[in-house]
C-alpha cells in the first residue's frame, strides 16, 4: 500500500522553463514533507521541506507548494538547469516518527 | 568534511550467507538510519539508531539487525541472505534524532547482490 505516490515516472522539460513534480499522499496524519534528488551512483540529497503548517516553502530556484485538502504536493524548479538532471523522490513522516515513507520517484531529464 | 561513507560499495553473496554493512555518519551527528531501496522504488526504513540506541524499526524480519558503536559508526547484519535482498543499502546521518529541520545526509550506498 502505497501512501505516498508520485504518479509520473517521468517527466522532460526544456532548460530554462519551469519543472512541475508532483506528489500525491493518502496518510493525512502525515506533518512534514521532503524533497530528495538522486543522481545515478549516488546517495539522495535533500533539496526542501515543507511542515504541514504551511502551504508554501521557497528555497532558491525551487518552490515545494502543499495542499493539505487534496493532500497533493507539488516541488517547482524554475529556472530548470541540465543539471537537475536526476531521479526526485518525495518522502513524508508521521509526529514523532523516526522514518521516512517515501514514492517511487519522477526521473526528470532537463533539455538543453 | 567528509560526508557519510559507506563500505564496500559493491558485494556479491549467495542464499543463505550472512553479510554486514558498514557505515560512517558525518563528524558529529548522532543519529544512523539504514534503508533498503530496491531497483525502480523508493527506500524503504529498516533501522533508526540515535546515541547508540535503537529508536525506530521498520517491516524488516529479524534477519536485519543493526548496532551503533561509541564513535556514532552503525552496522547492518543481514543473516539467511534471500534473493529478494537484493537491493541498494542506504545509510543516512543526522545531528540529532529527530527528522525536522535537520535532514538526513545519505551516504552512496552498498549494492548488494544475491545470487
Known amino acids: 500500500d502505497q501512501q505516498v505516490k508520485q504518479n509520473s515516472p517521468s517527466l522532460s522539460v526544456q532548460e530554462g522553463r519551469i519543472s512541475i513534480l508532483n506528489c500525491d499522499y493518502t496518510?493525512?496524519?502525515?506533518?512534514?514533507f521532503l524533497w530528495y534528488k538522486k543522481y545515478p551512483a549516488e546517495g539522495p540529497t535533500f533539496l526542501i521541506s515543507?511542515?504541514?503548517i504551511k502551504d508554501k516553502n521557497e528555497d532558491g530556484r525551487f518552490t515545494v507548494f502543499l495542499n493539505k485538502s487534496a493532500k497533493h504536493l507539488s516541488l517547482h524548479i524554475v529556472p530548470s538547469q541540465p543539471g537537475d538532471s536526476a531521479v526526485y523522490f518525495c518522502?513524508?513522516?508521521?509526529?514523532?516518527?523516526?522514518?521516512?515513507?517515501w514514492g517511487l520517484g519522477t526521473s526528470l531529464a532537463v533539455n538543453p | 568534511d567528509a560526508g557519510v561513507t559507506q563500505s564496500p560499495t559493491h558485494l556479491i553473496k549467495t542464499r543463505g550467507q550472512q553479510v554486514t554493512l558498514r557505515c560512517s555518519p558525518i563528524s558529529g551527528h548522532k543519529s544512523v538510519s539504514w534503508y533498503q531501496q530496491v531497483l525502480g522504488q523508493g527506500p524503504q526504513f529498516i533501522f533508526q539508531?540515535?546515541?547508540?540506541?535503537?529508536?525506530g524499526r521498520g517491516n524488516f524480519p529479524d534477519r536485519f539487525s543493526a548496532r551503533q558503536f561509541p564513535n556514532y559508526s552503525s552496522e547492518l547484519n543481514v543473516n539467511a541472505l534471500l534473493l529478494g535482498d537484493s537491493a541498494l543499502y542506504l545509510c543516512?546521518?543526522?545531528?540529532?534524532?529527530?527528522?525536522?529541520?535537520?535532514?538526513?545526509?545519505f551516504g552512496d550506498g552498498t549494492r548488494l547482490s544475491i545470487l
Open positions: 518522502a513524508a513522516t508521521l509526529p514523532g516518527s523516526r522514518k521516512l515513507i
Open positions: 496518510n493525512s496524519m502525515f506533518d512534514y
Open positions: 515543507i511542515s504541514s
Open positions: 539508531y540515535y546515541e547508540k540506541e535503537e529508536r
Open positions: 543516512a546521518s543526522s545531528p540529532g534524532g529527530g527528522l525536522r529541520n535537520q535532514p538526513q545526509h
